[in-house]
């Protein structure tokens, strides 16, 4: 079966500093992988998606970069946090290929303060 | 710009009753439609896809399309207090069926 993990759960940031969030899935090859973003009692906003290695799309400008420098590993991050920054960020994977449904993380809880 | 429409609630049933979540969805195009719940600081957890017109059937849940008039909807059956969440419609996009768009979500209490 497969496992979606991401860390850490929770991360209390000031406004300026670094962030890295790190996703992986186990139990199969090669998935599309993505970033959403949840402000509070909002919908799911899409920040990035990748179809492989080192193939990244980017849905919204914005201060966030992502990565995917393996197979299984998708890596959301900024240099410079802002206070909007703040919110739920969640990582999925759906099927190779095919798309469709798509299944998430537990995610990671971002405070800037 | 892809839009999926939901009424954000609160919905409140009592404890044993129907409830009923609609969806609509602007992209004529798509073919996939999904529903997410999500418990309150939990992520979604996907509870129903369809891809036909019709009705779809699991357990205490029925999925509804109807293409023609870009409707999706979503039926709990004898609704039990641990049904109380925010359910997340999504849609796939016709232009790239690898993305969903999500609706805002409709917080459903049950009472009991």
């Known amino acids: 079966s497969q496992t979606i993990h991401q860390w850490p759960a929770t991360l209390v940031q000031p406004v300026g500093s670094p962030l890295s969030l790190e996703c992986t899935v186990e139990?199969?090859?090669?998935?599309?992988l993505y970033w959403y973003r949840q402000a509070a009692g909002r919908g799911l906003q899409l920040l990035f998606y990748s179809v492989g290695i080192g193939q990244i799309s980017s849905e919204v400008p914005q201060n966030l970069s992502a990565s995917r420098p393996q197979d299984r590993q998708f890596i959301l991050s900024s240099k410079k946090l802002l206070l909007s920054d703040s919110g739920f960020y969640l990582c999925a994977w759906s099927w190779s290929g095919q798309g469709g449904e798509q299944y998430f993380g537990p995610g990671t809880r971002l405070t800037v303060t | 710009q892809k839009e999926v429409e939901q009424n954000s609630g609160p919905l409140s049933v009592p404890e044993g009753a129907i409830a009923s979540l609609n969806c609509t969805y602007s992209d004529r195009g798509s073919q996939s439609f999904f529903w997410y719940r999500q418990y309150s600081g939990k992520s979604p957890e996907l509870i129903m896809f369809?891809?036909?017109?019709g009705d779809k059937e699991d357990g205490r849940f029925t999925a509804q399309l109807n293409k023609a008039s870009q409707y999706v909807s979503l039926l709990i059956r004898d609704s039990q207090p641990s049904d109380s969440a925010t359910y997340l419609c999504a849609v796939e996009n016709s232009g790239s069926a690898r993305q969903l768009t999500f609706g805002s979500g409709t917080q459903l209490t049950v009472l009991p």
């Open positions: 139990g199969t090859s090669n998935p599309n």
């Open positions: 369809i891809y036909s017109n």
